[in-house]
């Protein structure tokens, strides 16, 4: 009798031991696009995790301790991310998402995050020697304007700009600056915190088109992205996303992001046909 109770309470403990790992174990897996700075972009300086930085990033690590989970960032194209999240090959997607309709439809959407004023305002920025050059929508009569694919940007081309305006739609917004530097389109559409950003980059050769969207408010502030119907990890993604917004971090994390951005390390990101990054 007495062994067969020290034979469970060997299995008890072994089991707890078991529970204890998988739970120490458990990592969350979240996708991002790096190509959008300051939100997620690459800092050449560092190596492997170390190097996807930006305000989603702290978000993220954020969030993963909330979680009691180690993190692993998983780069991708956005379009590729938003398919991840759909067949769930990453537990969640932090890539500067903004509110849609469609978006709502089809995952399960958090709560708002505030990321400065990223994407308070969306503009289209194009080459120096045409800065300020369009000042209606009007204006981009027979251009050719590109916006990222599966983005709010694309949508507000689409709804916003004249029927005989070409909306290209390319896949990764790193490349497709260095199109528009070589004048293979006439502008580009961003969030505005991103334009700056690449103004800043490459003062000599862009500058601001001179038109901003009109954006109902609902788009501006930025939601993660979770599968349909995970709603006990949404729930936790919530709790986490109010304890940072109470205790005031998304300001820092937005300044330091955007420090970050704008100085010598950061680094544009290039990816391949499946989406997947160029290394
Ligand atoms: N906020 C815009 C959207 O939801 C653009 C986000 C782009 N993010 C990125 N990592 N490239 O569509």
């Given amino acids: 009798m007495k062994k067969i109770v020290a034979l469970i309470l060997a299995v008890l403990m072994l089991a707890a031991v078991f529970a204890g790992c998988s739970k120490e174990?458990?990592?969350l897996k979240v996708a991002l696009s790096p190509d959008f700075a300051p939100m997620e972009f690459v800092d050449s300086s560092k190596a492997g995790q170390d190097s996807y930085v930006g305000f989603d990033v702290t978000l993220a690590k954020f969030i993963a301790k909330e979680l009691g989970y180690k993190l692993e960032i998983v780069p991708m194209s956005f379009d590729a991310c938003q398919v991840a999240v759909e067949v769930g090959s990453v537990d969640l997607s932090i890539s500067g998402y903004s509110w849609?309709?469609?978006?709502?439809?089809?995952?399960?959407?958090?709560?708002?995050?505030?990321?400065?004023?990223?994407?308070?305002?969306?503009?289209?920025?194009?080459?120096?020697?045409?800065?300020?050059?369009?000042?209606?929508?009007?204006?981009?009569?027979?251009?050719?304007?590109?916006?990222?694919?599966?983005?709010?940007?694309y949508d507000l081309c689409t709804?916003?700009?004249?029927?005989?305006?070409?909306?290209v739609q390319v896949g990764d917004l790193t490349t497709a600056?260095?199109?528009?530097?070589?004048?293979d389109f006439d502008a580009m559409a961003v969030a505005k915190g991103n334009g700056d950003v690449f103004i800043s980059a490459h003062p000599e050769e862009l500058g601001y088109s001179g038109f901003e969207f009109e954006v109902d408010e609902k788009f501006e502030a930025n939601v993660i992205m979770l599968p349909k119907g995970a709603d006990e990890l949404t729930q936790k993604v919530n709790a986490a996303l109010k304890k940072a917004y109470d205790a005031g971090y998304y300001k820092t994390w937005y300044d330091e992001a955007m420090a970050l951005a704008t100085g010598d390390?950061?680094?544009?990101v290039t990816y391949d046909d499946n989406g997947s990054v160029v290394e």
């Fill in 100 to 153: 849609t309709e469609t978006r709502a439809a089809n995952y399960n959407l958090s709560d708002y995050y505030y990321a400065g004023d990223n994407e308070t305002e969306q503009i289209i920025i194009t080459q120096k020697s045409k800065e300020n050059t369009f000042t209606s929508a009007a204006d981009f009569s027979g251009k050719k304007v590109a916006a990222q694919n599966a983005s709010l940007q």
């Fill in 177 to 183: 600056l260095l199109q528009l530097m070589n004048g």
């Fill in 265 to 268: 390390t950061a680094q544009e």
């Fill in 25 to 27: 174990e458990k990592t």
């Fill in 159 to 167: 709804s916003q700009l004249p029927e005989d305006c070409e909306i």
